[in-house]
């Protein structure tokens, strides 16, 4: 009897011992992050780990945008090798809030949710659980400059400025008026740098999404009429002429986030630039001076809504089926896109706009909050309004290749020439579809599609 229950002590102790043993490894287990922006790694470094848990085991591993979905898909597909969290950028939140991959985080919105409506609603799958949460809001706007405003427009502030450009016509006007004057401060100013910005907001205030009960779904909006996007691309690339003939573009002919666009912050050329709010932290008081022409437009800008009411980019932070910690990586969550002090602080230490109503309705309220490099104009005021007014229920798992292909097709339309322009639409939207169809075939119906040009 002494040597069973002897034997029966020492399993005891075995299992015991083996249970620490598991528990000290699964401790040991990082929480594993994949990131395509460098700013998560100084958000666990210097605010995660110095206010909530500072021998926190994090593995941050950061990547391009595009290489970080394509090591994803990879990984979800060998199912191994795959992180906890992943942060995702807005043109691939809604493949992977529907891909099944994400845990949902529907339970985690709290009652008093203070998170703006487009954020959630981008995250959805479909049953409309919310699958990631975002720490920023990314309204757009129309950043102009305000010496070009007053000396070619008579524009004194930006309520006039939003008069002038609130609808895609007035827009067009302001973009003609800009190219016809030659006085001698300014001569020769364009409205825009790149001719694809338009895209952005056009493709944001859809009433409805490219994919309506399994079919192709195009909006009148998006090729019909003066000011649809197919015509505002068209006049903004050949102007009062022709493509290839008397050529007189309204903007400057570069790509976005080439160093050509980049430099028309610092120049006199460009009016205006359509971008979201970060791109005034992250892309304007970077290269607003140029030491090595010379020049500096700092304090030289102000922003207004524009002719449409938009959002682009964001980070949402998910986590994967996969994950084994997963209270862990809620509470990294939670504080990085609910947690009032670190929303407040980030924003003081970055001017970045914050996913949260009542913290940025508290900065637009506050005259302290006035913004030297747009002239004293408080921007978390006209962000906060515009961020209020975003659609987020108009996206699909597809959108990031939809869009893409549809902006190469509206700039083909407004690049032929000598040829009927309803025919050159018409092929121009054919060739559309049947880049959908061949990318989508499985999932999309393109079958059937008529439109109506008239």
């Known amino acids: 009897m002494k040597k069973i229950i002897s034997f029966i002590m020492a399993i005891a102790l075995a299992m015991c011992a083996f249970s620490l043993v598991a528990c000290e490894e699964q401790a040991a287990q990082p929480i594993v992050i994949w990131t395509f922006t460098d700013e998560l790694g100084k958000m666990v470094e210097n605010y995660y780990k110095k206010n909530v848990d500072a021998n926190a085991n994090i593995e941050i591993k950061t990547m391009g945008v595009n290489d970080l979905s394509t090591k994803l898909d990879s990984a979800l ?74 000396e070619i427009l008579g524009v004194n502030n930006p309520e006039e400025m939003q008069n002038m450009v609130d609808t895609w016509e007035k827009f067009m006007s302001v973009a003609q008026t800009l190219k016809n004057y030659n006085g001698a401060k300014f001569s020769d100013v364009r409205i825009l740098s790149d001719v694809a910005a338009p895209a952005r907001a056009f493709y944001s205030e859809r009433n409805a999404s490219w994919i ?64 979201p709010s970060y791109s005034l932290q992250y892309d304007f008081k970077k290269y607003a001076k140029n030491a090595t022409a010379g020049t500096d437009t700092t304090g030289k800008w102000a922003i207004c809504q524009g002719p449409a009411v938009y959002s682009d980019g964001g980070t949402w932070l998910g986590i994967l089926n996969s994950s084994t910690n997963v209270e862990k990586a809620k509470e990294i969550i939670r504080y990085f896109t609910m947690d009032e002090g670190f929303l407040r602080t980030w924003a003081n230490d970055t001017g970045d706009f914050m996913n949260n109503k009542a913290l940025m309705t508290e900065f637009a309220n506050d005259a302290n909050r006035a913004e030297a490099f747009l002239g004293g104009q408080n921007h978390y005021a006209l962000f906060n309004q515009i961020a209020n007014k975003i659609k987020g229920n108009n996206r699909t798992a597809y959108d990031s290749k939809i869009n893409s292909m549809f902006s190469e097709w509206a700039i083909n339309y407004a690049k032929v020439e000598n040829v009927s322009l309803s025919s050159a639409k018409q092929d121009a939207l054919n060739g559309f579809v049947e880049g959908v169809a061949g990318a989508y075939s499985s999932v999309i119906d393109t079958d059937n599609m008529t439109f109506d040009l008239d």
């Open 77 to 150: 597909r060998a199912r191994k090798n795959l992180p906890d969290i992943v942060a995702i950028e807005e043109k691939y939140i809604s493949k992977y809030a529907a891909s099944g991959a994400f845990m949902s985080l529907q339970d985690m919105i709290p009652s008093d949710n203070q998170m703006y409506t487009y954020a959630l609603d981008a995250a959805r799958d479909k049953n409309g659980n919310v699958m990631a949460f975002a720490w920023q809001a990314t309204p757009g706007a129309l950043y102009y400059r305000t010496d070009m405003a007053q």
């Open 212 to 275: 309506v009960d399994g079919k192709l779904s195009i909006e009148t909006q998006l090729y019909k009429g003066e000011t649809s996007l197919y015509e505002i691309i068209k006049t903004l690339q050949v102007g009062n002429g022709v493509w290839g003939e008397s050529e007189d573009p309204f903007i400057n002919e570069t790509t976005e986030r080439t160093t050509a666009w980049f430099n028309d912050m610092s120049q006199d050329k460009v009016f205006s630039y359509l971008l």
